[in-house]
């Protein structure tokens, strides 16, 4: 069955790591000033196994680094009045630990 389920990123976190439907989808990304929280909406097969993704926030003129292995794949831009921050899935990316 595909639902559309929210998830909540903060920005100023380095890497974000979510429990998401191994297939799914990212539909909507939105940043809300008074909470520094980012909301994604994604369209997912619920009935497919959770698995953990690794996102992370990057804002525009910020460096980041990532190892030759690691590649990042272009989400979504959201906008906080003179900031413009830029949401990337990174994969290749084992998380730390039981999530």
Not at 16 to 26: D, K
Not at 53 to 70: A, L, P, S
Not at 81 to 95: N, P, Q, S, T
Request: charged letters at 20%.
């Amino acid at each position: 069955m595909r639902v559309v389920w929210k998830f909540e990123m903060n920005v100023g976190s380095d890497d974000v790591f979510l429990q998401m439907p191994a297939i799914s989808q990212i539909v909507e990304a939105r940043f809300h000033p008074a909470t520094k929280m980012v909301t994604l909406w994604a369209l997912c097969k619920s009935d497919t196994p959770l698995v953990t993704k690794t996102f992370m926030i990057v804002g525009t003129g910020q460096t980041y680094d990532r190892v030759d292995e690691q590649v990042v794949q272009y989400i979504w831009t959201v906008f906080d009045d003179d900031y413009v921050w830029h949401i990337f899935e990174v994969l290749g990316v084992k998380c730390p630990g039981p999530q």
